[in-house]
Each structure stands twice: as structure tokens, then as C-alpha cells.
């Protein structure tokens, strides 16, 4: 286990660079990484020397869902629930790279703009296996695009690469 925090946040000028920091579990969320994520976001909000944010996750990937270790161990990710339902005050502009998949795209997708690289795997493989996803940030989508090709993500259970009607920018590395 590492002695790093599971969120790691620092101050570029007047954005707020929110790192999920447990890249040898692919960012897999537990009861710190939910934690620390809910505290970053109230820093971001608070401080008014800040204007926005930019999640993103460290190593290979974005986030690979919940930790279901921790989930049997009866860690309380409730955090990360409040996140997802009510997201930052301030914009927070999610940047993805490798995948984002379960709870990680739930996390994603409660950001106000994604940016993603090219080629980047997005799904919800719970549905895969006649589960859905429990963040709840499907029931609250916006955008019809999010609900139309989202829709084969969460019912089917596909991980594809990034949909182009989806609301994700595309970048090139």
C-alpha cells in the first residue's frame, strides 16, 4: 500500500489540477480516493483565487471503477457518490486518457467538459453481466447525445472508443 495520497492536487496559476493517484490499482476508486476526490473538489470551489479545474488520472488510465476489494472490505465510497451527483460548482474539465470505464466514466462524465485522447476505451462493463451502473449519473445526463449513444455503453455493456455524437473532445497526441 502507498504512503501517497489517493488525490493529489495542485495549483497552476487559476486552475486546480485534480490527480487520482493510484495508478497501480488503474485508479480504482476506495474510501480515500472517494474521500480525497470530494476534498479537492471543496478546495476548488472555496478558494476564489480559482477559477476552474482539470481531473484527469494518473498512469495508464483514467479510472477503472470501484475498487471492489475495498468494497468487500466495507470502505465507504459514499463521497464519491455526492460527487457524481452534484459535481463541481466551479467548471471542471475532465481529462482522459487510456480508459475511463464503470464508476471512472461515471466520474468522467460528471465533469462539465471532457477532453479525451485518441483512442481512449469508455464503458460500462457491469451491464455486460446484467448489472448497471450505481452512480446514478446516467439518470441526471443532459445532453441527448450523452442518452442516445450512451445508451449502448450502459444496456449493452460495450467499451468501445470514444462515440463521435458524444459530447468528448477528440485530441490528437
Known amino acids: 500500500m502507498s504512503d501517497e495520497p ?3 492536487t495542485e495549483k497552476r496559476d487559476r ?16 474510501g480515500a480516493l472517494s474521500a480525497g476526490l470530494v476534498a479537492a473538489t471543496e478546495e476548488l470551489d ?3 483565487g480559482l ?9 495508464r488510465g483514467f479510472c477503472s471503477g470501484m475498487d471492489l476489494k475495498a468494497f468487500a472490505r466495507g470502505e465507504d465510497i459514499g463521497p464519491m457518490m455526492t ?6 460548482k ?16 461515471e466520474l468522467a462524465l460528471s465533469c462539465d467538459l471532457l477532453v479525451a485522447a485518441k483512442g481512449v476505451k469508455l464503458g460500462i462493463p457491469e451491464a455486460g453481466v446484467g448489472l448497471f451502473a450505481a452512480g ?9 447525445a450523452v442518452r442516445s449513444a450512451g445508451a449502448d455503453v450502459v444496456v449493452v455493456g460495450r467499451a468501445g472508443i470514444a462515440h463521435p455524437d458524444w459530447p468528448v473532445r477528440i485530441q490528437d497526441p
Open 6 to 8: 489517493a488525490v493529489l
Open 15 to 30: 486552475v486546480l489540477l485534480i490527480t487520482l493517484n493510484r495508478p497501480d490499482a488503474m485508479n480504482a476508486i476506495n
Open 46 to 48: 472555496n478558494d476564489p
Open 51 to 59: 477559477t476552474a479545474g482539470v481531473l484527469t488520472g494518473a498512469g
Open 83 to 88: 460527487f457524481v451527483k452534484d459535481g463541481a
Open 90 to 105: 466551479k467548471p471542471l474539465i475532465g481529462a482522459i486518457e487510456g480508459f475511463a470505464l464503470a464508476g471512472g466514466l
Open 136 to 144: 446514478g449519473v446516467w439518470t441526471k445526463a443532459d445532453a441527448e
